[in-house]
T-cell receptor, first 107, second 117 residues
Framework: DIQMTQSPSTLSASVGDRVTITCRAS??????LAWYQQKPGKAPKLLIY???SLESGVPSRFSGSGSGTEFTLTISSLQPDDFATYYC?????????FGQGTKVEIK | EVQLVESGGGLVQPGGSLRLSCAAS????????MSWVRQAPGKGLEWVSL???????LYADSVKGRFTISRDSSKNTLSLQMNSLRAEDTAVYYC????WGRGMDVWGQGTTVTVSS
């Protein structure tokens, strides 16, 4: 199985900060990577697909990059609505696996 | 509006069975790939199962042989039959539409399964 490792596990930041979350795959997944945002008690929401494509309706302050085994999710200017947990997920092969999550907290 | 609504969760004893349903609106379940994902209390997300539009099914090793994914075209629903339930199956179960090449783009609100005596 492909292991997905996110860092950091927790991130404290202020409104307006630029935030970067890293996701590493244990083997190459090409660009078959998605990023999701999840708020407490809610379902995950797709933000980024195919490593760098922005899902419709998602604010442009979110961006994704990377290929192979190293990927990043960047929020260019953190907004109050962005405090949540973020997960990466590969869909290169089965079983699909998620990273352990990165919680973005208010500093 | 494109929407998924899960039902069927509850409290079940170890070794018991439960059937989850996921009702879709705004799109056709049988024309799409559909998936189940679960989240144990305080934990991350775990992919559970997927059904292709041609009916082929896939499962995580942790549920293979115990869970069965299926769909009902007449009701436009997705189901997950869960047998031989274990304490470690306790989780919120989400159904999701798989937009191939894009990931899981539509999610239900989740239904809670608790396996305990």
């Amino acid at each position: 199985d492909i292991q997905m490792t996110q860092s950091p596990s927790t991130l404290s930041a202020s409104v307006g900060d630029r935030v970067t979350i890293t996701c590493r795959a244990s083997q190459s997944i090409s660009s078959w990577l998605a990023w999701y945002q999840q708020k407490p008690g809610k379902a995950p929401k797709l933000l980024i697909y195919k490593a760098s494509s922005l899902e419709s309706g998602v604010p442009s302050r979110f961006s994704g990059s990377g290929s192979g085994t190293e990927f990043t999710l960047t929020i260019s200017s953190l907004q109050p609505d962005d405090f949540a947990t973020y997960y990466c997920q590969h869909y290169n092969s089965y079983p699909w696996t998620f990273g352990q999550g990165t919680k973005v907290e208010i500093k | 509006e494109v929407q998924l609504v899960e039902s069927g969760g509850g409290l079940v004893q170890p070794g018991g069975s439960l059937r989850l349903s996921c009702a879709a609106s705004g799109f056709t379940v049988s024309s799409n790939y559909m998936s189940w994902v679960r989240q144990a209390p305080g934990k991350g997300l775990e992919w559970v199962s997927l059904i292709y539009n041609d009916g082929k099914t896939l499962y995580a090793d942790s549920v293979k042989g115990r869970f069965t994914i299926s769909r009902d075209s007449s009701k436009n629903t997705l189901s997950l039959q869960m047998n031989s339930l274990r304490a470690e199956d306790t989780a919120v179960y989400y159904c999701a539409r798989v937009n191939w090449g894009r990931g899981m783009d539509v999610w239900g609100q989740g239904t809670t399964v608790t396996v305990s005596s």
